[in-house]
């Protein structure tokens, strides 16, 4: 058996029993990554593999010598490029940001290397994570495992990607829109965006900062569990972490579900929805009323106007996130003209791609003088609507779920060149992020061969509750763990 098609958990026990060593689970990594990468493509940095060996040889000799570790000491994973990684480049999958290399790690990378989880690489994005398909990525694309010729969603499509095709045994993405959980519906694996706050952002290269988050990209709702118990905690470095007492998410799972509420919005399965995805979803749930899960239909009015709000609060954002961008402090500089202005503009010109110049424009433009009050300050006041409407759906009811795309993964090419339909992959996730709630896609089945997501939307700082009903909803729906291996033509 390959040691790669193990769930991050597991490989952990196996080590623990010492059935197998992290050295063996490292060469087996390394052997699928020579084999299936080539296709893939969803790193874009590598670590050596002395590097990853002499890391595993450490975690062998402590577990040798008794000490006591972390579950996911040993185990293989991903981050996503804009998550710093000291000296190890972290370029956004810009090339304003080419060659560069953090004097510092992340706050969550600290979190995992002292936990003993060992960095493979980092993983391929959309640029500084405006996109949904990985398209967006200066430097390469990245291929849906499951069918080489279409996207692996985005912003975090690499991250996806390599766990869904089993080069790491999981990975850390950002959601800033859905970039988590849209991804990870299209490759077929578990993603989660934490509540706002619970995960520190220090050292997350910014985009639109009250909207980002870090979480996992995992096999399964128990390795996100996991994964999410080593990451979460407060962090005096960013002023928006939430101090609160650490929980064992871990602790949840294997608890019945029975009594349980959930809400489904009418507005997020009309018009647009592919009617065989509804149908999955709605299979979905109605598996989860044979445990004694009751299902109620809710409404939510204001999220029609999600979308135009968040593509005014984000662009904004980032318009005054990514100024720092001037050629003069770190990153490209292309030092033309006779003054600043020219510098700026050349620099500017070469570095940054065409969405996120797009993303820039408008965001400078909703900020601008006579536009700030019709625009950016009515997208805030939708902001709080929707999020009123949704606290009201959760007075009475547990979790909303929704489709987590309303389309399985499209083929590459097809929507590069209409930024409006592609920014109709977010639909349903942008809420969570508007109004920093938690929420995870689960795998719920296939349409044509592709994968389809699920997303579970829960109260503030509930991820332990939303992780007790999706553990038991993916048993129940018996797609655990699956690799996407059938389509990949292996060297």
């Not at 710093?84 to 990378?109: Q, W």
């Not at 590069?416 to 809420?431: E, F, G, R, S």
Request: glycine content about 8%; some cysteine.
């Amino acid at each position: 058996m390959h040691l790669f098609t193990l769930t991050a958990v597991e490989a952990a026990q196996a080590l623990q029993r010492r059935e197998i060593s992290s050295v063996q689970l490292v060469r087996d990594i390394y052997d699928r990554i020579d084999n299936v990468e080539p296709q893939v493509r969803g790193f874009i940095s590598l670590l050596s593999r002395e590097e990853a060996l002499a890391a595993a040889e450490n975690v062998d000799r402590m577990l040798k010598q008794g000490v006591s570790l972390s579950p996911l000491a040993g185990i293989p994973m991903a981050l996503k490029d804009n998550i710093c990684t000291n000296g190890i480049p972290t370029t956004c999958a810009s090339l304003i940001l080419k060659g560069y290399r953090p004097p510092y790690d992340a706050h969550v990378t600290t979190a995992l290397r002292e936990a003993g989880a060992i960095l493979i690489g980092k993983s391929n994005m959309d640029e500084f994570a405006m996109g949904s398909s990985t398209e967006n990525s200066a430097y390469h694309l990245t291929c849906n495992p499951w069918d080489l010729q279409r996207v692996p969603g985005g912003s975090s499509g690499g991250s996806a990607a390599l766990v869904a095709a089993g080069e790491v045994f999981f990975a850390l993405g950002s959601d800033t829109g859905g970039s988590i959980r849209q991804p990870a519906s299209f490759c077929g694996v578990v993603g989660l965006k934490p509540t706002y706050g619970l995960v520190s952002r220090y050292g997350l290269i910014a985009f639109a900062s009250s909207l980002d988050q870090i979480g996992p990209l995992t096999r399964d709702v128990q390795d996100c569990a996991y994964v999410l118990e080593i990451i979460a905690g407060h962090d005096p470095r960013d002023s928006t972490s939430v101090s609160r007492e650490k929980e064992r998410y871990t602790a949840y799972l294997g608890k019945e579900i029975k009594g349980q509420r959930v809400a489904l919005p009418v507005e997020c399965f009309g018009e647009g929805l592919e009617k065989e995805i509804k149908e999955l979803v709605m299979g979905a749930l109605a598996k989860c009323t044979e445990v004694g899960v009751s299902v109620y239909e809710a409404s939510a009015p204001s999220t029609a106007y999600a979308l135009p709000a968040y593509y005014l609060v984000a662009p904004a954002e980032a318009s005054s996130n990514l100024a720092r961008y001037d050629g003069i402090q770190y990153g490209l500089s292309i030092r033309s003209g006779s003054n600043l202005l020219d510098l700026y503009y050349a620099t500017r010109s070469k570095g940054f791609g065409a969405e996120v110049k797009r993303r820039i424009m408008l965001g400078t433009y909703a900020l601008s003088s006579g536009y700030y009050d019709a625009y950016y300050l009515k997208a805030l006041k939708m902001r709080t609507l929707i999020r009123q409407e949704f606290e009201s759906i959760f007075k009475d009811h547990d979790f909303i779920v929704t489709p987590t795309s309303p389309t399985v993964a499209f083929k590459i090419g097809e929507q590069k060149d209409d930024p409006l339909t592609m920014y109709l992959n977010d639909i349903y996730t942008i809420t969570a992020n508007l109004c920093g709630f938690p929420a995870i896609s689960i795998p719920c089945g296939f349409v044509e061969g592709m994968p389809v997501g699920l997303q579970v939307i829960g109260r503030p700082f509930d991820e332990g509750r939303m992780l007790q009903f999706c553990y038991v909803l993916e048993s129940l729906l018996g797609l655990k763990g699956r690799l996407a291996e059938m389509k990949l033509k292996e060297e």
